[in-house]
Structures are given as structure tokens and as C-alpha cells.
């Protein structure tokens, strides 16, 4: 039996040593790299959690009895609390442009109305399908009730229209404010009861907790993916070491 010359033993050592100097970098790496899914499925629990908070809270005012809006307005920010108010006299309608609803497109209705109070309050009065031409509706001789939720923040492209009268993309509420002969509230009244063709629009948020534990869900199995890499690596690297000691 020969052995093998000495500069092959030699180049073999060195071609093991580089593969383990090359495989000690990546088992690190993906150690490393598993920390950042871990972190992100922490925030996404996190968010889940507020979002989670923020809806119970809104359910919860949803079923209180209404409250007059003037005290309301006065005492509390808007967070979808039941509401009720008597128009003293009101403004031409405002039509908000690019509502969907249901896949269907359409505009929202709003029109300021003033309190007995003098104050003013911007009414939600429903949703109309469009592109159907606008017909005034007259506002309901009763009392009118709803949901008094924050001003909407849209998100607008350039050209669109901000305005405080006619047909607008979204309402500039700075110029009603000015124009209007009163303390404008900074809210917005949504109905929960609309006069046909009218649709009520809908007052619960948007968002679902159940999607951010999802993505916590995500992140974490990467994570885990990534551990189980790094392990498997770092298990070669530690297999070839052992094996080069015993050649």
C-alpha cells in the first residue's frame, strides 16, 4: 500500500480548512439573519394587539345610547360614539367624489348643519352609486343620529380637487371653517339611518387584527426556517472539522 505524496495531503487539508472558513461565515450569517424575522413577527403581534384593542374599544361605544353631539363634541375626541343633534339650519350638500363601497363606486354625501347651539357639524348622509346625476334630498325633519367618528385622511393624487362646497375628492375643512358662521367641530357625523336611494356607509374600521397575527405567523416560520439552516450548517462545519483532526 502506498501513501499519498505529501503535497497531496497537503492540498486536500488546505481545500477542507477553506471550505470550513467558508461555511463558518454562512452559519453565522444565517444566525444573524434569523434574529430579523423573530423581531418582525414581535411587531406584527404587537400591531395585532392594538389593532385588537382599538376595535374592541370601537364596538364598545357602538353600543352605548346616544349622546347629544354638542356635549360630545365638547368633551371627548371622536371614536365612533353613538350621537344625536337637532338641525337649526344647514348648508348645500357636499358630494365626495371616488367613495367605493362593496367594489362599487360612488360619492358620499355631506352637508354642514348648525346646532341649536350655533356651532356646526359636518353630516355623513349616506352613499350614492354613481355615475348617476346627484338629486337634492331633503334632510329628515327629525332629529338625525349616527356615529361621531375622526375626519377622514384620503389619499389624494395630484389634480385633485380640495374644496368646501360642490363636488370635491376630498373636503378642505380649513376654508369651511372660515366660512362658516360658527365653531366648525372637528368630526364628522356618519347616519345610521338614510333616506333611499341613500346607503349608509359603513363606521366600523377598516382594519382586521387577525392579519397582523398572520404575518407574526409568517415571520416566525421564516425564522425558524433560518435556525434550522444555520444549524445545519454549522453541524457540516463542525462534521468536516472533526473529520480533518482524524485524517
Known sequence: MTCPPVDVIQSSSRVGFRRQRGRLPLAWLLWLLALLPFLLALWQWQRGQQRQAQLA????????????????????????????????????????????????????????????????????????????????IPLPPLRLQGYWLPRPQPYLLSGARVAD????????????????????????????????????????????????????????????????GAWIVQRRGRDERSGSRTD
Not at 358620499?108 to 348643519?113: E, F, Y
Not at 374600521?205 to 387577525?210: A, I
Open 165 to 228: 362646497h360642490g363636488e370635491v375628492d376630498a373636503l378642505d375643512w380649513v376654508a369651511l371653517a372660515r366660512r362658516l358662521p360658527g365653531r366648525l367641530h372637528d368630526g364628522l357625523l356618519v347616519l345610521d339611518v338614510t333616506l333611499p336611494p341613500l346607503a349608509p356607509w359603513p363606521v366600523r374600521p377598516p382594519f382586521d387584527p387577525q392579519r397582523h397575527y398572520a404575518y407574526a405567523l409568517q415571520w416566525l416560520l421564516l425564522g425558524l426556517c433560518l435556525i434550522t
Open 57 to 136: 374599544h370601537h364596538e364598545f361605544n357602538l353600543r352605548q345610547a346616544p349622546q347629544p353631539l354638542a356635549a360630545l363634541a365638547a368633551s371627548t375626541a371622536p371614536a365612533g360614539q353613538r350621537a344625536w343633534l337637532r338641525v337649526r339650519s344647514s348648508e348645500p350638500e357636499i358630494r365626495v367624489a371616488n367613495a367605493l363601497l362593496g367594489g362599487a363606486s360612488g360619492i358620499r354625501i355631506w352637508q354642514p348643519v348648525q346646532l341649536p347651539d350655533g356651532s356646526w357639524v359636518v353630516v355623513d348622509r349616506g352613499w350614492l352609486r354613481g355615475p348617476a346625476a346627484y338629486v337634492r
